[in-house]
């Protein structure tokens, strides 16, 4: 017993007394800021104040504009705080550390420059031990610009947030301590070498400077320590260093039978660096890093290898922000993401397009999240050098800040780089940019491998042939595709072709799925659904078709679907404006029902069982004559069966294909409890979800219809529900004898946003030229609404949507609206009102005598008539 306490007691005690003693102090520094936007003079130098300045904390970014506005504040802004200098750190060295400040930072202390940082996704450390008053107030002042052209990136489908994002801290450290001016690192890199179940080497390389004028003698210690927090190995180096100088050491260590580190069983140990004066053995400075034993292989045909392990890499890709927050997140919210990631089983994230906030590399360590990341270089290279040399500095930022971290296999440098290239350009020119940007990706490649020759180099292509011809492919050792057949083209089994050819044509280039994925908007349904209609039931079909092949064949190394989170991408219009929807959860964070198909194909270890409905809990549907209106249940689970029910009453026990099963459930007008069991392990699994239902008579008369409305989203197969008044828009459909709906037209969409509505998607399709919309309703007193927008211009696209586009023609439309016969507005024309892509709604009151129904029809005079959408109410 006594043995055991000596084991356990003594690494407390030593890293007790490490902490207490030790002489370097980090305090944060993200209170008391005031910011200002726009460009004033002499904010460097002053306090003073007027009405333009706020008080604000840090995180912060002043571009929550950008889940409005396409054109989001791109430009300068101010920051300010007052400080002074506690006892302890008035004789200290000192030093100011930015996690991340979007794009560039001129900091000013007292009126003085200090430093320009160019890079918005990589901390860095400014030295002010020169700047600040030691005794009284100082005045710190950042100029931040998120609109520099020749900063990566210079444009991408996501939302640049200005603005000081990330933590802020003052460092305080004695005259002899690790570099704190080495690319915003640590100072301090761990290597491993020739790793097995039996020994690792490690080997650690560190800076130490000696600041004071006269020589110092110091020891340096590196103790590594457990995950228990027991030590492991500990090994002193005495060292003499003249005034002035930085000094380098490396030294190489070996540890028997270590704890291999991978995702299954993360083991982390501590590499705990520490200065000490020699000669009374006083802690100066301490730096503690992650130290994990791993080896990790690809192979063109063989795939990804993990400790010596076949290993498929089933990943997810990762944005920053979180509406309406922006990039300003926590580090309580970086975890949060993380553990969601987790919990889903996947094992491998893609930190895209940018490196990100050092909360989330260290929980990839902790959680055991295999790590690709990489420097935002996307779309066009422009000419000037600058940007080069910016892209390099952010590169070799990247890696040495990240460098110890054993999550981490690649490094990347490149997305999609000749999608806009080639959109843009032809010929000749088109020729000049891709040599230059062939030349940067040269450039970019040696500075990783002369960074770091132990990890992989990888890029990410979008489907195009081009980058093998041009010999990019040549230069990476990974590449990866973003690949979206199904999705920005019209077949899934063209993923399939796509790459069993590069397998073959190309079989020794190991190769990654870096991007796949399919937008989904939660209150779009359809059970008939289509590529682009952002419906959640083609998400489901897109992805549940994607996965299967990844996991089937053994050349995909693996891959990482796009993308984690809707995320902000102020750019786009589709059905939510601003917002790339493709996400496995919401902007909140709460799941879509598809993240447990990643679910169940990933976690075996325990028993998953969902009802996939969550998204679509309260439906609409068409009836005949009273009958029950079916509709599929979707079941997504890991178990071999599983037996549906509704109230209580069993549909059927259904085999588990693909992770998923599929129900045809008869639902009645009201609420309804959908309830699943299955059996894991021996053990009995249940889940039940409630589901309202409202059902739409298919023939109206005065009591199936008296108390609900007929909404009808014309021009299209999908329903729409509106958050805000919870009515759900039905499929338009064709008319039948006593019955309603279209006769004749011609339907026209559009991916536009649409002006004077929340409810996007409802115009974005429309109906032209129809003959008429009847309904055969009784007699009685009407309420018809009519909704318009003149979506026949053509429609703002970007490059990022590979492909599609609008085809309508920018023509002007006029036309009358005939109610039964009645001409009920003339010459009606969006054109001369309110404008193309804006939504208009328009209400009449029609009676009905004498069995005549109800006609709508519409008389063109100029151009073509259209209706984008019809509801009907029973007075």
């Known amino acids: 017993m006594k043995e055991y306490l000596k084991i356990f007691i003594l690494p407390l005690f030593v890293l007790i007394s490490v902490s207490v003693a030790s002489q370097r102090q980090i305090k944060s520094f993200n209170d008391g800021w005031q910011f200002s936007k726009g460009e004033k003079m002499e904010n460097e130098r002053t306090m003073s104040s007027d009405n333009s300045w706020k008080t604000v904390s840090i995180p912060h970014t002043w571009n929550t504009d950008a889940y409005i506005s396409k054109d989001y504040y791109r430009g300068v802004s101010w920051y300010r705080k007052s400080?002074?200098?506690?006892?302890?750190?008035?004789?200290?060295?000192?030093?100011?550390?930015?996690?991340?400040?979007?794009?560039?930072?001129?900091?000013?202390?007292?009126?003085?420059?200090?430093g320009e940082h160019k890079g918005g996704y990589t901390s860095f450390t400014f030295d002010i031990s020169g700047f600040c008053n030691r005794e009284g107030n100082n005045l710190l002042t950042v100029k931040v610009d998120n609109s520099l052209a020749d900063i990566p990136p210079i444009s991408g489908d996501f939302s640049i947030f200005g603005g000081i994002y990330r933590d802020v801290w003052l460092v305080s450290v004695p005259q002899q301590h690790f570099d704190?001016?080495?690319?915003?690192?640590?100072g301090i890199y761990i290597d491993t070498d020739n790793v097995s179940e039996k020994s690792g080497s490690y080997t650690v390389k560190s800076t130490v400077v000696n600041n004071a004028p006269n020589k110092a003698t110091i020891k340096v210690s590196y103790t590594v320590v457990d995950i228990n927090r027991n030590i492991v190995k500990t090994e002193d180096i005495k060292y003499s260093l003249t005034p002035g100088q930085k000094k380098t050491f490396s030294n190489t260590y070996i540890i028997e039978q270590p704890l291999l580190w991978s995702p299954e069983t993360p083991n982390l140990y501590t590499v705990e660096a520490v200065i000490k004066e020699a000669s009374t053995n006083k802690i100066l400075d301490i730096v503690r890093s992650p130290l994990g034993f791993r080896w990790f292989s690809f192979d063109g045909q063989k795939g990804f290898s993990l400790n010596g392990k076949p290993y498929k890499l089933r990943g997810i890709c990762r944005h920053q922000d979180q509406m309406p927050l922006g990039n300003a997140l926590t580090d309580e919210a970086h975890r949060r993401d993380m553990q969601l990631i987790k919990d889903m089983g996947a094992n491998f994230i893609r930190i895209s397009h940018y490196p990100q906030d050092k909360a989330i590399i260290e929980q990839c360590d902790k959680l055991g999240l295999l790590v690709w990341e990489e420097i935002p270089v996307i779309d066009i290279i422009p000419e000037e050098e600058s940007f080069g040399d910016n892209c390099e500095t952010a590169l070799r930022e990247m890696i040495r800040q990240h460098y110890n971290h054993p999550s981490i296999i690649m490094w990347g440098y490149m997305n999609e780089i000749l999608l806009v290239t080639q959109r843009k350009h032809k010929g000749l020119e088109l020729d000049a940019l891709v040599k230059r940007e062939l030349a940067l990706a040269r450039r970019l490649e040696n500075v990783l491998k002369e960074e770091d020759s132990r990890r992989y180099s990888v890029m990410a292509f979008h489907g195009s042939e081009t980058y093998n011809q041009a010999g990019f492919q040549d230069i990476v050792d990974v590449v990866g595709w973003n690949l979206y057949q199904g999705w920005y083209s019209?077949?899934?089994s063209q993923f399939d072709a796509f790459i069993k050819k590069q397998a073959s044509d190309y079989p020794k280039k190991p190769k990654i799925i870096s991007e796949y994925g399919a937008g989904s908007d939660r209150r779009i349904h359809s059970l008939q659904p289509q590529r682009f209609d952002f419906s959640i039931e083609y998400q489901q079909e897109y992805i549940e078709h994607y996965l299967p092949v990844i996991e089937r064949e053994p050349y995909i190394a693996g891959a990482t679907y796009w993308n984690f989170i809707d995320f902000g991408s102020a750019q786009r219009d589709e059905s939510m404006p601003r917002i790339n929807n493709k996400g496995l959860v919401y902007a909140d964070r709460t799941p879509k029902d598809v993240y447990y198909y990643f679910k169940a194909n990933f976690r075996q270890d325990i028993p998953v069982l969902h009802i996939a409905s969550y998204d679509w809990d309260k439906r609409t549907g068409i009836s005949a004559n009273g009958t029950d209106v079916i509709q599929p249940i979707k079941v997504y689970s890991n178990l071999s069966e599983v037996e549906l029910f509704i109230d209580d009453r069993s549909l059927g026990i259904k085999g588990i294909n693909n992770y998923n099963a599929v129900w045809n459930v008869p639902f009645t007008d009201g609420d309804h409890y959908i309830e699943a069991k299955g059996v894991y392990k021996g053990v009995e699994q249940r889940t039940g979800l409630p589901i309202s239902f409202t059902v739409i008579p298919e023939y109206l008369n005065r009591k199936n219809f008296s108390n609900k409305e007929l909404a009808i989203n014309i021009g299209n197969n999908a329903s729409y529900t509106s958050p805000e008044t919870g009515l759900t828009w039905i499929p338009d459909k064709p008319y039948t004898e006593g019955s309603w709906g279209y006769i004749?037209?011609?339907?026209?969409?559009t991916l536009t946003q649409i002006n004077g509505t929340n409810d996007n998607p409802l115009y974005q399709t429309m109906r032209m030229t129809p003959d008429k919309y009847k309904f055969d309703v009784p007699d009685g007193e009407y309420e018809v609404e009519l909704l318009f927008a003149d979506i026949s211009g053509t429609?703002?696209?970007?490059?990022?949507?590979l492909g599609t586009t609008d085809n309508n023609n920018q023509i002007r439309n006029e036309f009358d609206i005939i109610i039964n016969d009645l001409i009920v507005d003339s010459n009606l024309s969006l054109d001369d009102s309110v404008g193309k892509y804006y939504a208009i709604r328009k209400k009449y009151i029609v009676k009905v005598e004498k069995g005549e129904n109800i006609t709508i029809q519409f008389h063109g005079i100029l151009g073509k008539p259209f209706i984008n959408g019809i509801k009907l109410r029973y007075l």
């Open 795 to 801: 429609g703002a696209s970007i490059a990022h949507t």
């Open 83 to 114: 400080f002074s200098l506690s006892k302890e750190e008035k004789d200290k060295n000192l030093f100011l550390r930015f996690e991340g400040v979007n794009q560039s930072a001129t900091v000013y202390i007292n009126g003085k420059l200090v």
């Open 744 to 749: 004749g037209g011609k339907v026209e969409t």
């Open 490 to 492: 019209d077949n899934l």
């Open 180 to 186: 704190l001016s080495d690319n915003g690192s640590d």
